[in-house]
Nanobody, 123 residues
């Protein structure tokens, strides 16, 4: 069955780092783009980063550019989100999802969601 499972979330202090993982099964990561999204309390879900099927294209929201890095290892069928210099504004539930295309606008068409993992940035 098609499945996306996020892991790596938790509590971190401001200025700290976390690496999230998205393990894909039931489809080949070589043929599909993946996006990372987040939803802060009381706010709409937003795209934060995406990577193309080839891995040759990555895009980031302005709010995370320079701090977050999306990558993938096809042999492991896993996508990663390295998050550095975290601030309380980064707090939320982070989701990975299979998407139609990795667009510069980060307005991404999702065709399958993972279950999400909580990230809390607090002192």
């Amino acid at each position: 069955q098609l499945q996306l499972v996020e892991s790596g979330g938790g509590l971190v202090q401001p200025g700290g780092s976390l690496r999230l993982s998205c393990a894909a099964s039931g489809f080949d990561l070589n043929y599909y783009a993946i996006g990372w999204f987040r939803q802060a309390p009381g706010k709409e879900r937003e795209g934060v980063a995406c990577i193309s099927s080839s891995g040759g294209t990555t895009n980031y929201a302005d709010s995370v550019k320079g701090r977050f890095t999306i990558s993938k290892v096809n042999a492991k069928n896993t996508v990663y989100l390295q998050m550095n210099s975290l601030s309380p504004e980064d707090t939320g539930i982070y989701y990975c999802a299979r998407i139609t295309a990795c667009l510069y606008s980060l307005q991404l068409e999702v065709n399958y969601w993972g279950q999400g993992t909580q990230v809390t940035v607090s002192s």
